[in-house]
């Protein structure tokens, strides 16, 4: 599968983005679906991540309550919206995929899109 994602930008504090990651290639509706970030000189972290259909979902304890992953299987795209923004939300997004596994470490996800700059500015 390819992912490539997008929607990032810069905004200021307390502002909202979404970010899009469209998949082609195999079915999406197998994959389960990460996010990750990583700010410059720090290692990538996990954000967010969601099962298959959905149904379950994983999130940072950095950003409950502010980032919500969705994904539309129909259009082939994971979401993450993005609400409440902090200056340490700044980082590269990455989204991510696996056919067998979900959740918070790096190493469930065999596939990675090129990443997308979210900036925010206090």
């Known amino acids: 599968v390819q992912l490539q994602a997008s929607g990032g930008g810069l905004v200021q504090a307390g502002g909202s983005l979404r970010l899009s990651c469209s998949a082609s290639g195999r079915t999406f509706s197998t994959y389960g679906m990460g996010w990750f970030r990583q700010a410059p000189g720090k290692e990538r972290e996990f954000v967010a991540a969601?099962?298959?259909?959905?149904?379950?979902?994983f999130y940072a304890d950095s950003v409950k309550g502010r980032f919500t992953i969705s994904r539309d299987n129909a259009k082939n795209t994971v979401y993450l919206q993005m609400n409440s923004l902090k200056p340490e939300d700044t980082a590269v997004y990455y989204c991510?995929?696996?056919?067998?596994?979900?959740?918070?470490?790096?190493?469930?996800?065999?596939?990675w899109g090129q990443g997308t700059l979210v900036t925010v500015s206090s």
């Open positions: 991510a995929a696996d056919l067998v596994r979900v959740g918070a470490s790096r190493s469930f996800y065999d596939y």
């Open positions: 969601m099962g298959r259909s959905g149904s379950t979902t």
